[in-house]
């Protein structure tokens, strides 16, 4: 079967389950408020995207447990703590999934030792678990384009990577 074969029975599918699902809820599609197919598809497609765009750009995530075994502790509550005191990056999903990116370990599987002072600047600024992983991951002018976590990992210029920070925080201050 080639790709296409395989994507095209992919959108069928994904179509169908879609009018299903409306009927679920009790909407016939005949809706006003649906009237515009393609806008509502291409919504849907980018809810659907959303979760694969997001992993793609942070790289594989930890849940709890799977943290606990890298970290070494023996409960959830200690890598709770970890994340409270803003040694530890997380992220929550939709379904309330408490996640941690593996990018922010070391080989020793700790987290790099500039991790918690970013994680500090961005907490001052109430940035979201979500904002401060994209920062990790996203190139950055202040930073030759290359990403943070790129810099953090080989060593290089930390000084640079938290004014980066903090250039990056300070319009997300209240």
Known sequence: MTYTELLTGALDTAAATFKATLRELGLSGDEPELDDGARLGRRAALVAAASVLWQR???????????????GVGSRQAVHDLIQRNRLLAVTTEEHRTLMPVFQFSEQGRPYEAVPPILRIFAEADATGWTVASWFTTPSPELANETPITRIRTGRDLENVLEAARVAAAPLRW
């Open 57 to 71: 750009q942070l790289g594989p995530l930890l849940d709890i447990r799977q943290a606990m075994e890298l970290l």
